[in-house]
């Protein structure tokens, strides 16, 4: 039996268990993961992050030789403990926890880099609380239908990458939103080999405020389930949003969740289209837990 330092964050509702291992010394198991997110049993969260310098671990070397400031990796695992490998939320959530700890410094103007396994994530304050560059997205190919509990009928998904998978699925009202049950997981037809986060969204009428695109969504995240609030999920629905309102829609969206209210910013950059993530981030409490 091992006791270990932890701080529960969350942006947007978005939970996590937060571990500081500076040097890598911690090997967590699934089990031991999915025991410490337990709701019931353990601290409770969405998914756990692990602080960890870059340099101790194999995925870190990437980061580095992407960007040889991104000194701190963040090793994100989902509810179930299985690796993942983005989260926007977290990302955010992890910058905090980096400033408030005195891990790292963020000066007014300045960008701090993050590693992750989807690669090194620049992070800046913004008056909502923390700005993340997403990165590079794709549209996936293919025609996914979507089913979920609740839908009387199965509908079209749009398959967006941004750092992890998702299919967007429009939906035709607040009722039909409200009307989910996504404490069932829903199905996914091709099924895409790693799994996918589903995002349910409906738009606020009208669309378009201030040249502002505005939407409402939910989501069933990969390893989770249902959740306040998804980060790049939130991206990944603008992105959509964004596809499907043609010529003439802006870069610029509001994303409504259960937990909140984020930015999404689309922008060029050298190496093509990024889309940036606005919001807050909080850390609750610090505690130690007994790790069996």
Same mark, same amino acid.
């Given at each position: *039996?091992?006791?270990? !330092?932890?701080?529960?964050?969350? =942006?947007?509702?978005? &939970?996590?268990?937060?571990?500081?291992?500076?040097? =890598?010394?911690?090997?967590?198991?699934?089990?031991?993961?999915?025991?410490?997110? &337990?709701?019931?049993? =353990?601290?409770?969260?969405?998914?756990?992050?692990?602080? %960890?310098?870059?340099?101790?671990?194999?995925?870190?070397?990437?980061?580095?030789?992407? @960007?040889p400031e991104a000194e701190w990796f963040m090793d994100y695992r989902n509810a179930d403990g299985s690796v993942a490998e983005m989260c926007g939320n977290g990302v955010r959530v992890f910058a905090h926890y980096l400033l408030e700890s005195g891990l790292a410094e963020l000066p007014a103007g300045s960008?701090?880099?993050?590693?992750?396994? !989807?690669?090194?994530?620049?992070? *800046?304050?913004?008056?909502?609380?923390?700005?993340? +560059?997403?990165?590079?997205?794709?549209? @996936?190919?293919? +025609?996914?239908?979507?089913?979920?509990?609740?839908?009387?009928?199965?509908?079209?998904?749009?398959?967006?990458?941004?750092?992890?998978?998702?299919?967007?699925?429009?939906?035709?009202? &607040? /009722?039909? #939103?409200?009307?989910?049950?996504?404490?069932?997981?829903?199905?996914? &037809?091709?099924?895409?080999?790693?799994?996918?986060? %589903? @995002?349910? $969204?409906?738009?606020?009428?009208?669309?378009?405020?201030?040249?502002?695109?505005? $939407?409402?969504?939910?989501?069933? @995240?990969?390893? $989770?389930?249902?959740?306040?609030?998804?980060?790049?999920?939130?991206?990944?629905?603008? #992105?959509?949003?964004? +596809?499907?309102?043609?010529?003439? !829609?802006?870069?610029?969206?509001?994303?409504?969740?259960?937990?909140?209210?984020?930015?999404?910013? *689309?922008?060029?950059?050298?190496?093509?289209?990024? $889309? /940036?993530?606005?919001?807050? !981030?909080?850390?609750?409490?610090?505690?130690? %837990?007994?790790?069996?």
């Open positions: *039996m091992t006791q270990i !330092a932890f701080t529960k964050g969350h =942006g947007t509702g978005n &939970d996590f268990v937060i571990i500081a291992d500076p040097e =890598g010394e911690l090997e967590l198991t699934e089990n031991q993961v999915a025991a410490l997110c &337990d709701r019931h049993f =353990g601290i409770g969260a969405d998914g756990l992050l692990r602080v %960890v310098r870059s340099s101790r671990l194999p995925e870190g070397a990437a980061s580095l030789a992407e @960007e960008t701090l880099p993050v590693g992750t396994r !989807a690669g090194v994530r620049d992070v *800046m304050r913004s008056e909502t609380g923390y700005q993340v +560059d997403i990165g590079r997205w794709r549209a @996936e190919p293919g +025609d996914p239908i979507v089913s979920a509990r609740g839908l009387s009928v199965a509908r079209p998904g749009l398959g967006i990458d941004v750092g992890n998978p998702h299919v967007v699925v429009a939906l035709a009202s &607040d /009722a039909e #939103l409200e009307g989910l049950d996504l404490t069932a997981k829903p199905f996914i &037809d091709p099924a895409p080999p790693h799994g996918a986060n %589903v @995002e349910f $969204v409906v738009p606020f009428e009208p669309l378009v405020k201030d040249g502002v695109g505005r $939407v409402r969504m939910r989501v069933y @995240e990969r390893g $989770v389930g249902e959740t306040l609030s998804c980060g790049t999920g939130i991206t990944a629905t603008a #992105l959509a949003v964004r +596809d499907w309102a043609g010529a003439g !829609a802006p870069d610029r969206w509001q994303v409504e969740v259960p937990g909140g209210t984020l930015g999404v910013r *689309m922008f060029p950059a050298e190496d093509g289209e990024h $889309v /940036a993530l606005s919001g807050p !981030a909080t850390l609750v409490y610090s505690g130690t %837990v007994t790790l069996a």
